[in-house]
């Protein structure tokens, strides 16, 4: 039985469905973001902003757009995950990965 009504949690946080994006698009804007998401534009742009501060990407110009970079060797944050990097919770989840 399919539904349209909107989940009311999911398993990632905003901030794991932002970087999931940047990994399958290293050149995605911050609307394409939002869109994906569910989130306004601005919620995005401090995403990634949250993301560059922590480390966990880069960001550079490439003419009129800026590309992201990940940084997989980073531990995830939680005490729970400490152990395991964003690296591997990514090459699971992402259907295809640019080369770090």
Not at 44 to 71: C, F, P, W
């Amino acid at each position: 039985m399919a539904t349209d009504k909107k989940p009311t949690w999911t398993f990632l946080t905003n901030h794991g469905h932002v970087l999931l994006c940047i990994v399958r698009d290293p050149v995605i804007r911050s609307r394409d973001i939002a869109i994906q998401v569910g989130i306004t534009e601005r919620a995005a742009q401090s995403i990634v902003a949250d993301l560059i501060a922590a480390g966990y990407i880069t960001k550079s110009r490439e003419g009129r757009r800026n590309r992201y970079s990940l940084n997989p060797a980073l531990p995830l944050r939680h005490p729970v995950e400490h152990d395991h990097q964003v690296g591997e919770l990514l090459s699971v989840l992402a259907s295809k990965l640019n080369s770090f």
